[in-house]
């Protein structure tokens, strides 16, 4: 089993020696013999369980350190060194959470030992909530099956770009697309060809866009991008254009080519409104005039919202 890793700082060379030889069998020790210096090894290394200081010390004392400790390694359980002439100061800094616990000098090895060992445990429950917390707000705004942002994420990230486009007074484009042809292969070849058509979907989408715009799976076949920091909104034809010639091609799985095709409806924010969800029902309701011609045409469509001056659609062949 791997060990724990521990910073003992003191500016007592004999005294480092001595914690170390005692601690070594148990724990993974560094040492270092000034504040600046252990803060120079947390910087490089935030993987401490426990960051124990002697408190007198020249030129940055221990609480000082384990304060600066603190905001760089949160995690980390900080104990503090002391002699009773330093008990108040000792006491205060716990109980405002500066650090986790005191020992005062002179101090067996076993309370050492236990006082570390319960800082340890209480670092790794720290580590496995957070981590639990984390995978919890990544599900609740990621896809399951693509990794795309979901609608909850894309809302949150609509938000964001109307934000920014207000603040600098530049456009924001949401594009809504959504398959063509896509029922039939589940219908006839099943639902395990059409995810994966799905993941490839997104992963075309994906390799195109910037890094600041966004790509969502709405639900179904559906898809979403929010293209944010627009100077002129002439350059979603070529976004658009681009996206229905990279999605077009079809799409080989188990040794069968399938052709679906794409429909897409855009929205503008300002010009076609300033509210979030009535940007998506407007991008919503042009996808489907594109699915429309779509069906006339048999080719992929886009359309802008109604309500916008220019309404030009465009015909690519599959």
């Known amino acids: 089993m791997k060990k724990s890793k521990i910073l003992i700082v003191d500016d007592d060379v004999a005294i480092l020696d001595s914690l170390r030889r005692n601690l070594i069998e148990e724990f993974d020790v560094v040492t270092k013999q000034s504040g600046y210096e252990a803060v120079a090894e947390i910087d490089r290394d935030k993987s401490f369980k426990v960051i124990l200081s002697d408190y007198k010390m020249p030129e940055m004392n221990g609480l000082d350190f384990l304060i600066m400790a603190k905001r760089m390694s949160p995690l980390s359980r900080r104990v503090l060194l002391t002699g009773y002439a330093d008990l108040q100061i000792a006491m205060e800094a716990v109980n405002e959470g500066m650090v ?26 720290d580590v496995e909530r957070e981590a639990r917390a ?35 007074g530049k456009h ?19 639902h395990g060809v059409g995810d994966r058509i799905l993941v490839m979907v997104s992963e075309r989408l994906q390799k195109i866009v910037r890094a600041t715009d966004t790509v969502a799976r709405w639900g179904g076949d559906e898809f979403l991008v929010i293209i944010p920091d627009l100077t002129h909104t002439s ?12 999605i077009d091609p079809p799409y080989v799985v188990n040794g069968v080519a399938h052709e679906l095709g794409v429909c897409v409806g855009v929205s503008l924010y300002p010009q076609h409104s300033e509210d979030p ?19 006339v045409t048999g080719f992929s469509e886009y359309a802008y919202a109604r309500s916008c001056e220019e309404t030009e659609e465009i015909s690519i062949p599959n």
Do not use: W
Request: aromatic content about 8%.
């Open 100 to 125: 986790y616990r005191f020992l005062t000098k002179p101090c067996k090895t076993s309370q050492i030992i236990d006082i570390i060992k319960s800082g340890v445990k209480l670092y790794n429950q």
């Open 134 to 168: 984390t995978s919890h707000e990544y599900l609740a705004m990621h896809d399951s099956m693509t990794g795309l942002m979901n609608r909850a994420g894309l809302v949150d990230r609509l938000e964001m770009g109307r934000a920014l486009a207000r603040r600098t």
């Open 172 to 190: 924001l484009a949401l594009l809504f697309m959504d398959l063509n042809n896509f029922k039939r292969v589940n219908d006839v070849y099943g």
């Open 235 to 246: 350059a979603v034809r070529t976004v658009v254009q681009n996206i229905i010639a990279t």
């Open 277 to 295: 969800e009535e940007l998506i029902t407007m991008a919503d309701k042009a996808m489907y005039q594109a699915k429309k011609r779509s069906k």
